[in-house]
């Protein structure tokens, strides 16, 4: 089996696979909020949606830190990877 298709098994039965697609969810979401932003008028209004979206910038790493945490990465490209 290749590192790659190795990796990805790794990472679908890990339990952390749903800290993976939190992180994912909230950078759509992030991303979704800064693309409002570019579409308002008011600087009060902007600024606020920034920090919206800098706050669930920082949930969806928080998400990402403790999904990476809990995860249990022993396929040879993760562990080649960490001795690097």
Known sequence: ???RHESIETWKTSRSSN???????LMSK???HLGQV???QY???REGWFLDAASIYCDAVRALAD???SAR????AFVLSARS
């Open 1 to 3: 089996m290749h590192y």
């Open 19 to 25: 800290g993976f697609q939190q992180f994912a969810d």
């Open 30 to 32: 992030v991303r979704s």
């Open 38 to 40: 570019e579409k308002m």
């Open 43 to 45: 600087l009060h209004q």
């Open 67 to 69: 999904g990476l945490s």
């Open 73 to 76: 990465l022993d396929s040879r």
